[in-house]
């Protein structure tokens, strides 16, 4: 059995995504000690690595979860891993040569044509068929899996441009979202950058975390009849940034950033309301007012 102290130095993942995928069900641990603290087995590392996998060919963690579902095929779904991936691997190299080609023309060695320039980049959108690893074929069937496997490879592309906001889902755990409902794509989301996350916290300095979470969302819930600007409202967001800031080197564009998040998407606005109703976006105005005075001394 492994602590999450130890899976994350094994897969190269942080403590905050395994506490993420534990909350909504995607990678439960497979036994919980009378210490709290979570103890996974192969089997659980084994699917760690799918959905490492998954990841890094775009999918959504929502999208994840379904292919992981009850009826996962583990040993068909290794086939299908290597095939996109080799798919992804033509198209880096196709971008790889069109970035020297343009080196060429920037040199003045060849010119390059409209359609030269941007065709690595051209790919037909379509919707997305996760039945390519939910039914494994009959062998009389393998062309035509090879067929809806480039078909998935281009609407992979597509969901790489939204992948990003489960990576800041990930790492700002300490309000768990509800897992049944789609991530906002708003482009303010971006504004979290796990590049700043500082050294991993302990099992109970996270649930030190979540209670004073906790109580800060009830304190400002009590607050909402005043105007975010009031100074009771701001001193619970200045404790708000202090505690974010135990995760990363908070900015007050991060700030902000956090505050979009939690308003936009659902899952954590579902929950944060559960403090009161109207909560997340009441929250948000009083975050991007904390944000602008920081920012403003």
Request: contains cysteine; hydrophobic residues 35%.
């Amino acid at each position: 059995m492994y602590k999450v102290q130890e899976v994350a130095t094994i897969a190269g993942v942080s403590v905050r995504t395994l506490h993420h995928y534990d909350s909504i069900g995607l990678l439960k641990p497979s036994n919980i000690g009378s210490n709290r603290y979570r103890y996974y087995n192969d089997d659980d590392l084994k699917l760690l690595q799918h959905i490492l996998f998954f990841k890094e060919l775009g999918f959504s963690l929502k999208k994840i979860q379904e292919l992981v579902a009850e009826g996962f095929d583990a040993t068909f779904a290794l086939t299908q891993h290597a095939e996109l991936l080799r798919q992804k691997k033509q198209r880096i190299e196709k971008l790889i040569e069109n970035a020297e080609l343009t080196q060429l023309e920037y040199a003045g060695v060849q010119e390059l044509t409209n359609e030269q320039r941007f065709s690595p980049f051209s790919i037909k959108k379509t919707d997305d068929n996760i039945k390519l690893y939910l039914d494994p074929p009959a062998k009389a069937e393998t062309a035509e899996v090879e067929t809806v496997a480039a078909e998935t490879m281009e609407t992979l592309k597509v969901e790489e441009d939204f992948a990003g906001q489960d990576e800041i889902l990930e790492d700002v755990n300490f309000t768990e979202p509800e897992p049944a409902q789609e991530a906002a794509t708003d482009e303010s989301e971006t504004a979290v950058a796990t590049a700043n996350a500082k050294p991993e916290k302990e099992e109970e300095d996270l649930e030190e975390i979540n209670r004073e979470g906790d109580r800060i969302y009830n304190a400002v819930s009590n607050l909402m009849h005043l105007p975010p600007e009031s100074p009771e409202v701001q001193v619970e967001m200045q404790a708000y940034y202090t505690l974010l800031d135990r995760f990363y080197n908070c900015s007050p564009k991060m700030f902000r950033g956090l505050a979009d998040l939690y308003a936009n998407d659902s899952r954590f606005a579902k929950n944060i309301d559960r403090h009161g109703a109207g909560l997340s976006k009441y929250l948000r105005e009083a975050m991007y007012i904390y944000a602008d005075d920081l920012a403003d001394a």
